[in-house]
């Protein structure tokens, strides 16, 4: 869930706050305002983002030549020739498997509220961890389907036996590897030992998996499950360009399976149409594994830093795998929250049902961080 970002210093620290929750604070004068800050350099009048996981880097220097390139010789042209199948096509050829396995999308999100749509219903169960990323458990809510919320494991992994207990009759389950919020991640045996005793149980549910931070885990942390999904017509994965690939501002997404599940994805919900610039820059940054491994490199130093300094403190925190770490700060997040915004850093949303005690953090620059570190030992005392 997207937070909207919202002036600071001319707007009450209340309203600031209160944005998190989506609430519209600006008026006319702060537009201008925020369009007269953003034409200096300035961004995000001065608050410190770390309450998204977008990459703090954005994208590599290949995709931001293809990105100007582009914008100055033929964003005005279209319709011709046409990018977006040839990144359709790109993403296939990384993948080595057919076209027709890859659905694009306006980012991650109709992909996951399409499948919802798709697979669940009041008597087709949608079954997910709390916390993890809630779009699809907010879809199956607005639908009206049935839903079973399961609680992570005491090391805040996802309990996939527990998932697997309670595929019974579902429509659909959902694992996020890594998890969104808590970072933790199941290695290639783990899930496809989950997936086959699914298939094998209840081959009639449909099993999600969002690979959205794959490219931040550990070396030999995981693997894709893109096997499984080419091998079971009921398991599919998403991916995004929004994290490593810092194009979160394009909204980029795609899902790989098979031909007649991404037919009944895409049947339920519309994709959004990608355009040509976004295409453009998806396909420079697919093929920059350079860059991504830079970004993935210089993620894991700045998250061991910052693990670091809680652990240091006595905060318990889960081995992240993801470009965000989520905190056991000993406060309600929303107490921790405000005080970071005073001082012009901005964290995370409630995770419920860890709330009360827990915070994400995502991961800056190292130089927000070390702002950002400074703050945070004032905040917790």
């Known amino acids: ?125 949608f079954v997910t961890p709390m916390p993890t990323y809630s779009t699809s458990l907010g879809t199956a809510r607005t639908i009206g389907a049935a839903t079973i919320e399961l609680p992570l494991g005491s090391d805040l992994g996802v309990d996939l036996d527990d998932l697997a207990n309670n595929a019974d009759g579902a429509g659909l389950l959902y694992l996020c590897n890594p998890n969104n919020p808590t970072g933790t991640v199941h290695g290639p045996a783990a ?100 860059h991504i491994a830079w970004e993935a490199q210089e993620n894991a130093e700045i998250r061991d830093e910052v693990v670091g300094f809680f652990r240091s403190r006595g905060h318990e925190v889960p081995d992240s795998n993801t470009n965000h770490i989520f905190v056991n700060i000993g406060m309600p997040a929303a107490k921790f929250r405000e005080g970071c915004l005073e001082h012009n850093v901005l964290v995370g949303r409630d995770f419920p049902p860890l709330e009360q005690t827990h915070c994400r953090i995502s991961l800056g620059s190292r130089e927000e961080m070390k702002v950002a570190l400074e703050v945070f030992a004032k905040v917790l005392g």
């Not at 703090?56 to 100055?72: K, Y």
């Not at 899930?191 to 999600?208: L, Q, S």
Request: a neutral charge; proline letters at 3%.
């Open 191 to 290: 899930v496809e030992a989950f997936v086959r005793r699914v298939m094998r149980e209840n081959p009639d549910t449909y099993v999600h998996i969002d690979e959205a931070y794959i490219n931040y885990t550990r070396a030999g942390a995981m693997e894709t499950a893109l096997p499984l999904a080419m091998e079971f017509d009921k398991v599919f994965i998403t991916r995004s360009f929004s994290k490593a690939h810092g194009l979160a501002g394009m909204r980029i997404g795609y899902a790989l399976a098979q031909e007649e599940t991404l037919a009944k994805i895409r049947g339920a919900w519309g994709m959004g149409d990608v355009n040509m610039l976004g295409a453009i820059a998806a396909l420079s940054a697919l093929e920059d594994k350079e």
């Open 1 to 125: 869930m997207k937070t909207t970002r919202r002036g600071f210093g001319t707007i009450a620290l209340g309203a600031a706050v209160g944005a998190i929750s989506g609430t519209t604070v600006f008026s006319r004068k702060a537009n201008a305002q925020t369009r007269a800050a953003h034409a200096a350099g300035v961004y995000d009048n001065g608050i410190i983002q770390l309450n998204q996981n977008e990459s703090a880097r954005g994208p590599g220097p290949s995709t931001m030549d293809a990105i100007h390139s582009h914008t100055t010789k033929r964003v005005g042209r279209g319709y011709s020739p046409d990018h977006v199948n040839e990144l359709r096509q790109g993403i296939a050829d990384y993948y080595s498997i057919s076209i027709d396995n890859v659905q694009l999308a306006t980012g991650s999100t109709p992909l996951l509220q399409g499948s919802v749509r798709a697979f669940c219903d009041a008597d087709k169960t």
